[in-house]
């Protein structure tokens, strides 16, 4: 063993240069595709992990007709056996129970649509840092009986800290629903379509507002990490009945999910061209690496060194150029990607502002999931694997009595 | 005692329209330890003959029977553990390995053949010594010149204890010194190993020094001479 690896690393530097233009291809494709993956996996993961908390949460315990028709008559009542078995799974972080509704907002002569989230505020700040994102004002209180609303919203209804806002809506069993309440804080969202919008109240106060009794149009649940997110589910599951159905955030948010693989497909398109050209790239290497020594290897065979043994040490030489650029190309992006990740680049001007209308944080994040890495270096194995066998090929049919001529 | 025995040997190449008969069914024996001369023009059918005895090419029909073993009924694995064991080779152009040191390339043969560290040690040392480059043990090829490529790769050749050796113009390359001297050396080994010796050549200071010339005319024996040169 020992030998065929002295021997393949040896001829791996008798041509140094084309070792490391070959490794360096390698390196650059593995290094392109972590730093596309991870730059595109992170606005992903920022984006479903702010609408998770801000808005949807990982999953969502819903009456199995509010997704479609998102009426107060389409709410639940949470079973006390459903709750303790939220409460006592160790893989959900925070849960919350909701009422959701909308409204027309409205001060003197200006009026707006609003979505309106009844809360306990005290959860809803554990799960989603919601007071740090209190812009002016006070965040609410639990059965403080004041509003917080989006800052875009403040501002298109002119509306201050201590304003009143009139909400004009429909109840439950379609009676209206109208109140007068106070402006306590103003709050500026990571999502720009939820400042256009967004108003927060206590349950308490939203159940009366829409005169229902104790129900919830949903308990929003936040889990360890998104690979809990299956398990979790799985272990709602059995509590699903007429009244109430478990939804993941892709169900309940199909767009995103959609958006999400649009771009990865193609994303997949760029990268499969760029793994294409670095295979040709290293079969090119390979073919000239296999023509030059056809006569060294021909004379391997005639004193006595065994096909396969040749062929398993030509694919440690091949492997060996493909494994420098793999390391090389894992490690330097894992180096400038993790600090990426713990630092990510604030947009500014106007490109800033096309992040915010596409409904983006204006912040390139970055991503260190484990497969954006092993991705790339699995996809180069399976090239180098495919190279491969065309060394098989090469040397299974070496004709040595005239290859030693050659 | 017959190390070789070569019945009716027979090689027809295929080209396009005609059929070519490069060897036509030669029969003939080498003893141990003879030092044999393969001689003929260009063209003649000496070097695919040669190849044929080694195992590098399969004959169109006839046997080779090596130390009782008829090689082209072989399997290709055993034929050439079987190349490793029995025969070696020295070649024109010296096909040395090159990323290999000379100690290096005479011991290889022996790791292909499980040979213990400390044995193969001592015999690479004493062969490259016998074949005068000893102080030259760990320089690659390309550090070599002509002369002592050859020397390296007749000590490869010897290092697996062949029972012959076939040698395909092995002085095609080299300076009349070089080939003097190669000459003499290969003429120690057989007489110090009792190794037997087959050469292809055209050259006449090998021819001088063989003691046994055989002539091949268009892949035909034409005649096979013994000579004493002591």
Redesign the interface.
Known sequence: MF?YFK?AW??LW?NSRRTIITSSSVFFGVFFACFMTSMQRGSFENMIGNMARFYSGYIQIQHPDHKETPSLNNSLLLSTELEEAISKNNDITHYQKRLETFALASNGEKSFPAIIFGINPQKEDKKSSLSSKVEKGKYLENNENALMIGKVLAKNLNINIGDSLILFGQGYHGVSAVNLYRVGAILDMPVPELNKSLIYMNLPDCQEYCSVNGQITSVVLMVKNTNKIKSVEASLKPFENENTKIYTWDELMPEILNLIEGKESSSAMVKSLLFMIIGFGVWATIIMLMHERK??LA?????????TALIFMMLIESFLIGILGILGGLGVSYGILYYLYKNPITVVGEMAETYRSMGFEPKIMFSISPEIFYNPAITVFVIFLLVSLYQIFFVAKLK??TS?KS | MNVIEIKNLTKIYNSSEVQVKAVNGISIDFKEGEFTAVVGPSGSGKTTFL?ML?G??RPTSGDVIIGGVNIWQLS??KL??F???NIG?V?Q?Y?L????TAGENVE??M???GKPRKERDIRTKELLEAVGIGERIKARPSKLSGGQQQRVAVA?ALA?KPEFILADEPTANLDSTSTTSLLELMSQMNKKYNTTFIFATHDQRVMDKARRIVTIEDGKILSDEYFDRD
């Open positions: 030998k021997i040896r001829n008798r006569r060294e004379v391997m065979i005639a004193i006595g060194f065994q096909k040595v009595s030693i | 190849n080694g590098l090419d290709s694995r050439i553990d190349r490793k064991n080779f070649f152009s096909n390995i090159p990323v290999l290889f043969i790791q292909l053949q490869r697996s």
